[in-house]
């Protein structure tokens, strides 16, 4: 059994959760807020060192003005909300992703949160914000690049190793389990370099839906993969 450090998730069907229900999707990313407490209280409690949410992708900013305004109300209400709690709970915080797209106040509450939490020890909560894979190496090869100019590396030095050190999840271990809800079986532009060998969980249940006995059952189901990394 290979120990699970890092569970990365795509929390996606909170909009078909409120339509099945006659409700505004709105409503359904409410819910959603509060699987997310769930799940993270119990990483916390299990010792998991890293959790990776997907709460806003690159290509969501596309949806109606209402729906990502109403994305943004949420986010910053949660992280207003939840800080101390995490605070109490040992909880890092880290936010990864474009954020210049937010709003200046949702950048401040954002840099506040991660400042007030930095020196945590217990579990590393990471928020995918206006993320996306490809939008992640593309900045690290920027970066690379300007390190080459600079005479800092050279091109022929570069490698997997000190590349990875340009990414959003640099110093976070390895993703273990990626697990996606909502019975969509692909990546939308999440995490691509990090899932090299991560192995995949995908559920049927709608993300407002999820909660620590999901959690188990993705664990659980985990623990009984054999992990071989081409060996
Ligand atoms: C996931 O739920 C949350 C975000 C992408 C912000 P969706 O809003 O994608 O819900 P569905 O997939 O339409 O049901
Ligand atoms: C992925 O879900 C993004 C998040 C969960 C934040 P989407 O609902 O945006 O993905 P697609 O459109 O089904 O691929
Ligand atoms: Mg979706």
Redesign the pocket.
């Known amino acids: 059994m290979s120990t699970l450090k890092h569970i990365a998730i ?6 078909r959760w409120a339509t099945k229900r006659s409700l505004p999707r709105i409503l359904g990313h409410q819910q959603g807020i509060k699987a997310v407490r769930d799940v993270v209280k119990a990483c916390a409690i299990r010792g998991i060192k890293t959790l990776t949410l ?4 690159s ?2 900013k596309n ?1 109606s003005a209402k729906e990502v305004s109403w994305l943004f109300k949420l986010f910053l209400g949660a992280l207003k909300q939840e800080v101390k709690k995490l605070n109490k709970h040992n909880i890092r915080l880290k936010i990864i992703g474009n954020m210049s797209l937010f709003p200046t106040k949702i950048q401040q509450t954002a840099l506040d949160a991660q400042a007030l939490l930095a020196s945590n020890t217990g579990l590393t909560l990471v928020i ?1 914000a206006n993320y996306g894979g490809q939008w992640d190496i593309v900045q690290a090869t920027a970066k690379v690049a300007q390190a080459a100019v600079a005479g800092d590396i050279k091109a022929s030095d570069i490698n997997v190793e000190n590349f990875s050190q340009y990414l959003s999840l640099a110093n976070e271990p390895n993703v273990d389990l990626l697990i ?1 809800t ?1 019975g ?1 079986l ?1 990546i ?3 995490l691509l370099w990090d899932i090299a060998y991560s192995e995949f969980y995908f559920t049927e249940t709608l ?1 407002p839906d999820f909660n620590e006995a999901e959690l188990n059952k993705a664990v659980d189901n985990f623990n009984q993969r054999n992990r071989r990394y081409g060996e």
């Open positions: 795509i929390m996606d069907g909170n909009g997907f709460a806003f992708s290509e969501n949806r995918a996606r909502s969509e692909r939308s532009n999440f993300w």
